[in-house]
Every structure is written in C-alpha cells, then in structure tokens.
C-alpha cells in the first residue's frame, strides 16, 4: 500500500502565499506524475499542477504565474508553491501520484488539505 500525506494550508490573506507539501510512503519502486488538484464547494475536483518523473510541469490557467510545482524525488515528496492568492483560490487541495509498487502501477490520492483565502 502507498500513503500520501498533505501538510501546508491553511488561512491566508489575499495576496499572500502558501507552500503545500505532499509525501508518499509504502513500498514504492517508482513515482512517475505526481500533481495537484481542488475541489471548491459545490464545484467539480480540478487540476491544478502536475510534474513528470522528468521534471515537465502543467498548470491551470488560473494558477498560471503565480503557483509552482515542484518535487524531491529523494523524498518522495511533491510540493505547491502557492503566491499572490485570491479568494476563488479557496478550496481543499488534493495531492495525486502515479506510482509504481511490486505489484501494480496505479494513481494514489491524499486525503486533502484545506486552502481558505480570506481578509
């Protein structure tokens, strides 16, 4: 079994900043995508950000400039730089990995870690 593990929201003024950290644990040959997504209320989940095993990242339009996407592959570990934050940003954050174990290779999600942008 893999687990993956979310830390880092919380409450934050508009126009301030976040860092978001996601770590796997288990019995992991190998991460290939890992990524962000939300889910605001009454909304549909989203993709946010995601990073291959190489190092390639896609963003939202809407995070475009202002969230990073980045990964320690040491530490199994994907993270979300989240800067100049708006209010429509407000939503609980999901972390995403495809991995690879001794016995599948199958998509693994975090239990979400919530993101409130507000004065």
């Known amino acids: 079994q893999v687990q993956l593990m979310e830390s880092g929201g919380g409450l934050v003024q508009p126009g301030g900043s976040l860092r978001l950290s996601c770590a796997a ?3 992991i040959i190998h991460i290939n995508d890992m990524g962000w997504y939300r ?4 909304k549909q989940r989203e993709l946010v950000a995601r990073i291959t095993s190489g190092g390639s990242t896609n963003y939202a339009d ?4 202002r969230f990073t ?3 320690d592959d040491a ?7 989240l800067n100049s934050l ?3 940003d407000t939503a609980v954050y999901y972390c995403n990995a495809d991995v690879n174990t001794i016995w599948e290779v ?3 999600w975090g239990q979400g870690t919530q993101v409130t942008v507000s004065s």
């Open 39 to 42: 889910q605001a209320p009454g």
């Open 86 to 88: 708006k209010a429509e």
């Open 62 to 65: 809407s995070v475009k400039g």
């Open 75 to 81: 530490k199994n570990t994907v993270y979300l730089q």
């Open 106 to 108: 199958r998509q693994y």
């Open 25 to 27: 644990s288990g019995r």
């Open 69 to 71: 996407i980045s990964r």
